[in-house]
């Protein structure tokens, strides 16, 4: 069973850039579709990018769609989540999560994935 570990998160400004890092640990990521996920206080979580197994298609929430990249580094077994242009209601916690032989490309964004990370926490503020 992979083990998912989120980095990256932190305080910035509107307008500026993070990269989110969600770290394989036990298995590779290869056979895993690896979907990014964020809640914020009093919000339901949202489903906001996925990458597929197999094909590494992608998928974006109309929320991030233009401003985030996702991305899969095989050699690192790392998945990123470049976010440009951050807003403040881009502000929550995010979370990895990965399910096996999922296309995102068919399937769209998923509303749940087997496996999760604890989060990072991205605050987006003057």
């Known amino acids: 069973q992979v083990q998912l570990v989120e980095s990256g998160g932190g305080l910035v400004q509107p307008g500026d850039s993070l990269r989110l890092s969600c770290r394989g640990f036990?298995?590779?990521?290869?056979?895993?579709?690896i979907g990014w996920f964020r809640q914020a206080p009093g919000k339901e979580r949202e489903g906001i990018s996925c990458?597929?197994?197999?094909?590494?298609?992608?998928v974006y929430s109309e929320s991030v769609r233009g401003r985030f990249a996702i991305s899969r580094d095989y050699a690192e077994n790392t998945v990123y989540l470049q976010m440009n242009s951050l807003k403040p209601d881009d502000s929550a916690v995010y979370y990895c999560?990965?399910?096996?032989?999922?296309?995102?490309?068919?399937?769209?964004?998923?509303?749940?994935?087997?496996?999760w990370g604890r989060g990072t926490q991205v605050t987006v503020a003057t």
């Open positions: 999560a990965a399910e096996t032989h999922y296309s995102c490309s068919d399937f769209g964004l998923p509303l749940d994935f087997a496996t």
């Open positions: 990458i597929s197994s197999m094909d590494d298609g992608t």
């Open positions: 036990g298995a590779t990521l290869d056979y895993y579709a």
